[in-house]
């Protein structure tokens, strides 16, 4: 969460907490987003000259984006600014809203330069689109320059190319799994789906095992590695890329888990701080991180939920998964306000006998559409989990097996969230098709 700063009596604080966006485009929210990255433990100050525009910045930083850094807004544009910065050191980054004329935000900039520290930056928003006067911002150190009305993503994705390169890739992502309820098959979706992306894309995915006491990554890819992601998570400050290497199991070319210890004889606390590191050495190092998460709700797992570039909800069609699930994504939208919304998967649908709350009313009381329909069968899923085989790996022509590549498809952005269409014979080559574009 961002800290205030100390308030400044020049320019008094903003303090105001508008309406949610909830009227943005959601896809208009969601292209930038994969653009915006992390933005390191920097501090930030604006200066705004209106409401609307601190609202957006206090939007800004509540965002997962800029968890790490310190973020205070104040009125009062760039002259509180000025007057500001001649008794108190610059932060890392100034933010400065500015409707003057272009010839006089040039010399009231000047004005600021004489009171920033070397290594600050500027980032100025006005109302003016001139090439000419960009330049010349540019020229005189200012960083960037936007034009209002601006969106909190753009902003967003503006710091975050003043503190990464822009021409790198953005670093791997990292999707959450989680259960609604406790044996669900959550474990299960993520270790088949993580394997599905790897064989599609042929890039390298890691599977980082959180449920350190009980998991079944290791026993579901038949290895059983001494070293895993519990040493990391012991001295989460000594992990880097060597240790990470040394501390992964190869399963496939392209796929390796970070397992659990599975064993009872320790206590396993971890810390947010810790489980925070750890996930972003591995994101730093692979393009795609699936995190397997228990059933719990501690701050860490929590935390790694709020902090995931996706979430995928697991859940059987029964009440308690159906109100666990609805709670899940009622968190999730307040906390991840400028986020797409989580995936849901349904599990072990058609089971013998047991009474089900239909798809269609699950959907519709939890506000998703599920990427992803599998029905409850216990020959393939057993014998896979028996065998420590991925389903497609045992019968590549199993329903299930097309279900993953669909969840793949869908996390990835690569399709549309829709169940896919049991039309064609072809389908499966289709979509396996499509992923590789
Ligand atoms: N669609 C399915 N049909 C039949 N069995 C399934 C299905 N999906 C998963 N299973 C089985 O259900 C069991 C529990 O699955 P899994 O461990 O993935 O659940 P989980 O939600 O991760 O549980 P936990 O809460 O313990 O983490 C496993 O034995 C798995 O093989
Ligand atoms: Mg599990």
């Known amino acids: 969460m961002s800290n205030q700063a100390k308030p400044i009596p020049s320019a008094p604080e903003y303090t105001g907490v508008g309406a949610p966006l909830a009227e943005l485009d959601e896809e208009a929210i969601v292209a930038p987003a994969a653009r915006a990255r992390p933005i390191p433990r920097i501090s930030i100050q604006a200066f705004c000259e209106n409401g609307a525009t601190a609202e957006i910045i ?11 850094a310190h973020v205070s807004v104040h009125m009062g544009g760039i002259e509180a600014a000025v007057i500001h910065y001649q008794q108190n050191p610059t932060p890392n980054l100034i933010v400065l809203e500015s409707s003057l004329p272009p010839e006089h935000l040039v010399s009231e900039l000047d004005r600021l330069a004489e ?4 290594g600050t930056k500027v980032l100025v928003i006005g109302q003016v689109n001139d090439v000419m006067l960009y330049r010349e911002l540019l020229r005189r150190g200012v960083s960037e320059y936007l034009v209002e009305p601006i969106e909190p993503l753009q902003l967003m994705e503006a710091i975050s190319n003043l503190y990464n390169n822009p021409d790198t890739e953005p670093v791997g992502h990292v999707y959450a799994f989680v259960g609604a309820k406790g044996g669900v098959g959550s474990s299960t979706i993520c270790h088949n789906t993580a394997w599905a992306l790897s064989e599609a894309l042929k890039s390298n995915v890691v599977i980082a095992d959180l449920d350190l006491a009980f998991g079944t990554t290791g026993l579901d890819f038949n290895q059983d590695p001494m070293q895993g992601i519990a040493d990391a998570l012991s001295t989460p400050e ?23 210890p599975v064993v009872l004889d320790r206590d ?5 701080e810790g489980c925070d590191q750890v996930i972003d050495v591995v994101r730093q190092n692979v393009p795609y991180v699936a995190v397997d998460l ?12 709020l902090q995931a570039d996706e979430v995928i909800i ?16 009622d968190l999730l939208a307040q906390m991840r306000r400028n986020d797409s919304k989580p995936r849901l998967v349904m ?15 699950f959907e519709s009381a939890v506000g998703l559409k599920a990427i992803s329909v599998i029905d409850f069968d216990s020959e393939t899923f ?8 991925m389903i497609e790996e045992l019968n590549a022509k199993a329903k299930p097996a097309a279900g993953f590549r669909d969840i793949a498809l869908a996390i990835t952005n690569r399709r549309d969230t829709h169940v896919a269409k049991k039309s064609s014979a072809l389908a499966p080559f289709l979509e396996k098709f499509k992923l590789k574009l």
């Open 115 to 118: 009171n920033c520290d070397p």
């Open 347 to 361: 599990n072990m649908v058609n089971m013998p006998k047991r009474p089900e709350i239909s798809i269609k009313e």
């Open 268 to 272: 396993y606390d971890i810390s947010v």
């Open 382 to 389: 057993g014998q896979a989990a028996n065998n420590g085989q």
């Open 58 to 68: 206090q939007i800004a930083s509540e965002d997962r984006r800029l968890a790490k």
């Open 238 to 260: 000594r992990l880097d890329e060597v240790l990470l290497d040394r501390l992964l199991t190869k399963c496939s070319e392209h796929l390796s888990i970070f397992a659990a």
């Open 314 to 329: 697991t859940a059987a069609p029964d009440l308690a998964n159906l109100r666990n699930a609805k709670n899940l994504v």
């Open 294 to 305: 228990p059933h719990l709700w501690t701050a860490w797992a929590k935390s790694v939920m």
